[in-house]
């Protein structure tokens, strides 16, 4: 009689959310039938629109937003009960995303949940979003879940930049260039990554999900003239950087969601595409076409446990919120974490990661350096008055904001990489054209200050973001397990130093970023001015920036923690398949598995393998 009871699967089912009918339940979820029969459901709330009593006053965001994008705690206490899927991705940023999406579109059936440790914050990049959330750069919203070393942090480098812990991660702080490095700057490379890039569609589909444009692509009123020129007068005096190889309009995933889209410019974040992502996921499932994609936020992975009578299969996930249990073993955990707290669960998990993981910490430094030239009336004819109405101006000057990115490429005599993004601003307007410039800057945190700004109506600013690479062969950058700390998820101690590689580097991209300005004012070099932040006297000077001040503390973009190489190499933590060595079913994505950073951007490099992961697990229904 029980069986009765139980509806037939696609039918209509009692475990839903009340308060969002079309939401299925877990059970249908992962594929069971629903426990009671959907005519016992009750038709209408209990209580509802203030009838009989008045309902909850002081909804938290996490509350109001489980309710129609991730798990709640009724449905965790299920998945920790008997939840079963497919794959396990911890994480939410850029290669959560690109590993989900081409797994569920090679087979929209797979049942996937993805793991954030921290909560909803931001729902896209801050910058699309009105020009006070600039204040959200930096600060509370960055975490360092490590102690760092004392020599690094009375060094020049001063300390790694840390993790965002909200859904989307740093999708949605980041800078949005996406270089595609070639083989030769791929140093260090495994065979098998390198041919994995060299196969058709490789790059292309990774730009295709980020929405990645050259800038002289953008096609919107801000990008226009400005992009060209400096595009065109790097492109014909390159040979006049000596270290330089190459330059192209800046690549950013800025652009067009949609063929038809009006809107041109656009930062790329992984909150939306995952939380669209999930809601096709969910009309395939009412059509029984699909699985719904599973989201939990506010939790924190701590380690994964092996079976070592089946051949170190992991079948047990603890995190903060209980263990996630798969005795079989057919489960995937995908950590796309970011490199170092992946690090920080490999060392946690595995015996064998003690010798492997962590001894390599590559990742890149920064100069920065501000510089403006005056309009040459021959080269910008369009600009050759001044508007002079300032806040007053009504349009009819017909002048307005440009912007240019322009990605200039280098090495120096040992072949050690270096960039320059180079951002060009005229701005005729600078208080009315801060919203459109915090907008469509390429990289905020390394943008043109209305302080700069102003009183620059006559010039063009050059913002110059210099990044060079930390070597891979330097034995004093390493994350070590710290058995003091007791908290599973910050018990490591980083360090990151400079060695005489990273030092002769540096000198070379600095001398080269000058080259770089000076080229781009052309005819106006002999005037071009730097800003300076001395306090005792700040502003546009003939004299170039001191060390001090265009050396920025802090490295981005921390890779080859968990380099991929042959397990017969010591201290490669992943092999081919993107497993790590000493375990079945634990796959890593990210920089970690960069046997080098060199000095480009890794975000499309980073999605692209990502995807390929992807595909080299998840078969495509016959």
Not at 201 to 224: M, S, Y
Not at 404 to 425: F, K, N, P, S, W
């Amino acid at each position: 009689m029980a069986s009765d009871l139980v509806p037939r699967r696609g039918e209509p089912d009692y475990m839903k959310y009340p308060d969002h009918p079309t939401v299925p339940s877990f059970h249908f979820r992962t594929g069971k039938p629903a426990l009671l029969p959907v005519e016992d459901a009750p038709k209408q709330p209990a209580n509802e629109f203030g009838f009989p009593v008045p309902g909850v006053q002081s909804p938290t965001p996490a509350h109001a937003t489980a309710a129609h994008y991730f798990v709640d705690e009724e449905q965790w206490k299920a998945i920790v009960d008997h939840g079963e899927f497919d794959d396990i991705v911890c994480g939410s940023g850029f290669c959560a995303l690109a590993y989900v999406s081409e797994a569920l579109e090679r087979n929209p059936r797979r049942k996937i949940l993805i793991l954030e440790r921290g909560g909803f914050w931001l729902p896209e990049h801050f910058q699309n979003l009105p020009l006070p959330y600039k204040m959200v750069l930096g600060g509370p919203s960055e975490t360092f879940p490590w102690q760092l070393s004392s020599r690094t942090f009375r060094s020049e480098l001063k300390f790694l930049h840390g993790s965002c812990p909200f859904f989307g991660g740093r999708s949605t702080f980041w800078s949005a260039w996406c270089p595609q490095p070639s083989e030769e700057l791929m140093r260090g490379f495994p065979q098998s990554m390198i041919d994995t890039a060299n196969q058709s569609g490789f790059w292309e589909k990774g730009k295709r999900l980020l929405h990645v444009t050259p800038a002289n692509e953008i096609q919107d009123e801000v990008f226009g003239a400005l992009q060209n020129d400096i595009d065109a007068r790097l492109s014909a005096h390159l040979h006049e950087i000596p270290s330089a190889t190459s330059v192209e309009p800046g690549p950013l995933a800025v652009g067009k969601a949609t063929p038809t889209s009006t809107l041109s410019f656009q930062k790329f974040s992984t909150p939306g595409p995952l939380l669209a992502l999930q809601e096709t996921q969910r009309q395939l499932a009412k059509r029984g076409k699909g699985s719904p994609l599973i989201i939990a936020t506010d939790v924190v992975v701590e380690k994964f446990l092996t079976d070592s009578d089946n051949d170190n299969v992991v079948n047990v996930l603890k995190t903060s919120r209980g263990d996630l249990c798969f005795p079989n073993g057919t489960t995937n955990v995908v950590l796309a974490t970011g490199a170092i707290p992946a690090t920080t669960i490999a060392l946690n998990s595995l015996e064998s990661m003690q010798t492997r993981a962590g001894n390599r910490l590559t990742g890149h430094f920064i100069t920065h350096v501000a510089a403006r030239f005056p309009i040459d009336p021959k080269r910008y004819p369009q600009w050759g008055s001044k508007c002079d109405k300032g806040t007053a101006c009504d349009g009819e000057c017909k002048q307005k904001l440009e912007i240019g990115a322009t990605y200039l490429a280098g090495m120096d005599e040992h072949e050690r990489q270096y960039h320059v993004q180079i951002t060009a601003i005229h701005s005729p307007h600078p208080e009315w054209d801060a919203v459109d410039a915090g907008r469509e800057c390429p990289d905020y945190a390394a943008a043109a200050t209305l302080a700069q700004l102003e009183g620059s109506e006559d010039y063009i600013v050059l913002i110059c973001a210099t990044l060079g690479e930390l070597d891979e062969n330097n034995k004093d950058s390493w994350v070590k397990p710290n058995r003091q700390d007791l908290d599973v998820t910050t018990n490591i101690k980083l360090q990151v130093t400079l060695d005489e590689t990273a030092t002769a580097l540096w000198r070379v991209m600095d001398q080269a970023t000058y080259d770089t300005i000076a080229v781009a004012a052309g005819d106006m070099e002999n005037k071009i001015e730097y800003w300076h932040d001395d306090k005792s006297n700040p502003g546009w000077h003939s004299e170039k920036p001191s060390r001090t001040e265009s050396h920025v503390p802090g490295v981005v973009h921390e890779c080859s923690t968990l380099y991929m190489g042959p397990e017969s190499d010591p201290q490669a933590a992943v092999g081919d398949d993107y497993a790590l060595h000493g375990c079945k079913n634990v796959y890593v994505t990210g920089g970690a598995i960069f046997p080098s950073a060199g000095s480009w951007n890794p975000t499309l490099t980073m999605s692209c393998y990502a995807q390929d992961l992807a595909r080299k697990l998840v078969p495509v229904p016959v």
